[in-house]
T-cell receptor, first 114, second 115 residues
């Protein structure tokens, strides 16, 4: 398997613009997680899905953030409008909780909002 | 509440030295899972090991070994004969067995191995 695939790897956008981050989980995995990593806050969970259904979105910082998982092989994290403080590395991860449990991470999307 | 503490922010060692990274966790659950991840300079997070709360056996994988002690709520990671390629940030994480499956990460320990 190719692992978790995230796109784009780098994104630079202007404040106020809409940003969409994409993730393709490992085939067969039933959980998908979106994490954000910053120097100040470390790795923090934003939202996770089980079988495409959002389970816990308590980590989503504001209404400007939204996430969807329309099918088992694709998820998006959208920020609208973006702000400089959203600059971070965003990781997507997937896992098969019934068996392995460990989460496999994508390479991350480095977002810079100027 | 669940919490993971990695008190060592940064460690520097000379190549071939042994180094231990500490991880202390808090949870009220009786069943839980612990993990270690490596984040090399390239930025990706690499899974290293998973341990469930019922398995306190130490594990060795090559130069890596893990010491899980429920009595002290610790899950420490030792690298033997460190190499420059071991330079990375290492994260310890905790996950519940049921209910919410989210991972609680520690703040990470940056390991620098000097040639």
């Amino acid at each position: 398997d190719a692992g978790v695939i995230q796109s784009p790897r780098h994104e630079v956008t202007e404040m106020g613009q809409e940003v969409t981050l994409r993730c393709k989980p490992i085939s067969g995995h039933d959980y998908l997680f979106w994490y954000r990593q910053t120097m100040m806050r470390g790795l923090e969970l934003l939202i996770y899905f089980n079988n495409n259904v959002p389970i816990d979105d308590s980590g989503m910082p504001e209404d400007r953030f939204s996430a969807k998982m329309p099918n088992a092989s694709f998820s998006t994290l959208k920020i609208q409008p973006s702000e400089p403080r959203d600059s971070a590395v965003y990781f997507c991860a997937s896992s098969l909780q019934s068996v392995n449990r460990e989460a496999f991470f994508g390479q991350g999307t480095r977002l810079t909002v100027v | 509440a669940q919490k993971v503490t990695q008190a060592q922010t940064e460690i520097s060692v000379v190549e071939k030295e042994d180094v231990t990274l500490d991880c202390v966790y808090e949870t009220r659950d009786t069943t839980y899972y612990l993990f270690w991840y490596k984040q090399p300079p390239s930025g990706e997070l690499v899974f290293l090991i998973r341990r469930n709360s019922f398995d306190e056996q130490n594990e060795i994988s090559g130069r890596y070994s893990w010491n899980f002690q429920k009595s002290t709520s610790s899950f420490n990671f030792t690298i033997t004969a460190s190499q420059v390629v071991d330079s990375a940030v290492y994260f310890c994480a905790l996950s519940r067995d049921s209910g919410t499956y989210k991972y609680i990460f520690g703040t990470g320990t940056r390991l620098k191995v000097l040639a």
